[in-house]
């Protein structure tokens, strides 16, 4: 018999020639994927080091120790290359079935708890098909024994592993991930955890954990996923006397000024009846409501107060109202020229107003009621650039400084006034302010130096921020 037809010739050509093959080839490719920052590349790591090497060394024992042996290195090999071969099982199924899953698939849904008890079941299987087939043990009775010790325990255990499984079903389905916000009813946060046992709810009032088994058993409303626009809701109340229409209208516009409020919905404001309304303010996402009805109430008080409508609890206007005009008619009497007694002449008409910080003063394109001058708190003034639709900060007023100057001219201003803080202005209405123009030249020169001094600022604002001015800039009052 020639070499060529030993039994061990060929297995041992396999392995002299096929294993630096191997070996060369996925070589090649783990350095190839690891470009690519693929995880694979332990996977294949681990065949490479340890799967070849171990098998080929399996090949050439077998060739040379007799199998009826009960110990020997070849069955010592052989359970390491069983173990090994389960490990690249269990990396390999979590990679290609799991890491590499598309979002929104069934594969992305699965709850890690029950990947882990996949592991456990091929680990477990692996092991003992491995003592079967490499040391011939009988590990029927094993598995025979774990079966009714399952059974046993999830008898005693049922309604807390029914719990559980419930919650690990949930999870399956992922009616919600983190980051969503839900109202179960009894709790309404924001997802910051999901587990197997328990969802983890962030509210206003700290973290509140709910068992998962508790949702799987009730209903409850993902307010992320909810189709159209989300909205925050205030219930506010006002003197039943006050004219609804009048009230709604404030409170739509007080809503409609909020910053950052989404542009494809509006506010909306319902009567609940004996002074009792009802605003529903547009939001970004659920997180954004308790922010947003803090802010609309803060500047409610301030445009009720201005609006002389009495909210629940607040008089509009104080008993001392007419002391605060007649000591800011004398503060900025100079800005109108006004003698002592001219003041006191205009404590009549004039009136005092309060704005909260980021509130508009004066909205760009509309003709002033009134001439405003501040009496204490910051005024910024904007406009938007030529093909831009944001708001762009020019300059800034304080007190002293009037706005509203177009009022007399009866020409909308060319640029919008917002609070930069809380502000106190006294307000002048237009028809007083054009009567006061017309009797005092020397205050009709005044306001028109002051409207070119703000042109000049504002193209200056311009200019140094690189943008155009908007053509349609004429008048900044």
């Given at each position: 018999m020639s070499i060529v037809q030993e039994p061990w010739f060929w297995p041992t050509v396999a392995v002299v020639v096929g294993l630096p093959i191997a070996i060369v080839i996925l070589s090649e490719a783990i350095v190839m994927l690891d470009r690519r920052g693929s995880r694979a590349v332990g996977v294949l790591t681990l065949i490479r080091n340890w799967v070849l090497p171990t098998g080929a060394l399996l090949i050439l024992l077998w060739q040379v120790e007799d199998p009826d042996l009960e110990l020997s290195w070849g069955r010592i090999v052989a359970t390491v290359f069983g173990f090994v071969v389960i490990l690249v099982l269990v990396n390999g199924i979590n990679h290609f079935m799991f890491t590499r899953a598309a979002k929104g698939t069934w594969r992305e849904r699965i709850p890690s708890i029950f990947v882990d008890i996949a592991r456990v079941v091929v680990v477990v299987v692996g092991i003992g098909l491995l003592m079967s087939w490499v040391w011939n043990a009988d590990v029927a009775g094993l598995f025979t024994a774990l079966g009714v010790t399952s059974i046993i325990v999830g008898l005693a255990l049922q309604h807390a592993v029914g719990g559980v499984i419930s919650g690990l079903l949930l999870l399956f389905e992922q009616p919600f991930e983190q980051g969503e916000w839900i109202d179960t009813g009894d709790v309404r946060g924001r997802v910051v955890e999901v587990n197997w046992r328990s969802v983890h709810l962030e509210t206003g009032d700290g973290l509140r954990i709910v068992p998962n088994a508790v949702l799987a058993d009730a209903s409850f409303t993902n307010l992320s996923r909810t189709p159209g626009p989300q909205f925050a809701e205030a219930a506010v109340e006002f003197d039943p006397s006050d004219p609804p229409n009048d009230v709604k209208r404030l409170l739509v516009a007080t809503a409609a000024d909020l910053p950052d409020r989404p542009a494809d919905a509006v506010p909306e404001a319902t009567t609940d009846g004996a002074g009792a309304y009802t605003v529903a303010i547009p939001v970004h996402s659920p997180g954004e409501r308790s922010s947003t009805v803090e802010l609309f109430r803060t500047r409610l008080w301030y445009?009720?107060?201005?609006?002389?409508?009495?909210?629940?609890?607040?008089?509009?206007?104080?008993?001392?109202?007419?002391?605060?005009?007649?000591?800011?008619?004398?503060?900025?009497?100079?800005?109108?020229?006004?003698?002592?007694?001219?003041?006191?002449?205009?404590?009549?008409?004039?009136?005092?107003?309060?704005?909260?910080?980021?509130?508009?003063?004066?909205?760009?394109?509309?003709?002033?009621?009134?001439?405003?001058?501040?009496?204490?708190?910051?005024?910024?003034?904007?406009?938007?650039?030529?093909?831009?639709?944001?708001?762009?900060?020019?300059?800034?007023?304080?007190?002293?400084?009037?706005?509203?100057?177009?009022?007399?001219?009866?020409?909308?201003?060319?640029?919008?006034?917002?609070?930069?803080?809380?502000?106190?202005?006294?307000?002048?209405?237009?028809?007083?302010?054009?009567?006061?123009?017309?009797?005092?030249?020397?205050?009709?020169?005044?306001?028109?130096?002051?409207?070119e001094l703000r042109m000049r600022r504002a193209r200056t604002a311009f200019a140094g921020a690189g943008v155009e001015p908007p053509v349609a800039l004429r008048v900044i009052g």
């Open positions: 445009a009720a107060r201005r609006a002389g409508l009495t909210q629940s609890g607040v008089p509009p206007v104080d008993e001392d109202a007419a002391a605060d005009v007649a000591a800011a008619l004398r503060g900025e009497a100079s800005v109108l020229n006004l003698d002592p007694a001219q003041a006191e002449a205009l404590g009549g008409s004039a009136r005092l107003e309060r704005f909260a910080a980021g509130e508009t003063i004066q909205a760009h394109g509309v003709v002033p009621d009134a001439v405003r001058i501040v009496v204490a708190g910051r005024v910024v003034m904007r406009a938007a650039p030529e093909g831009d639709s944001g708001a762009f900060p020019l300059f800034e007023l304080g007190r002293h400084d009037p706005i509203g100057l177009t009022a007399i001219m009866r020409r909308p201003i060319d640029a919008s006034a917002s609070a930069l803080t809380d502000v106190t202005m006294l307000a002048i209405p237009a028809d007083v302010a054009a009567d006061l123009v017309h009797d005092d030249p020397d205050l009709a020169r005044e306001f028109g130096e002051e409207l």
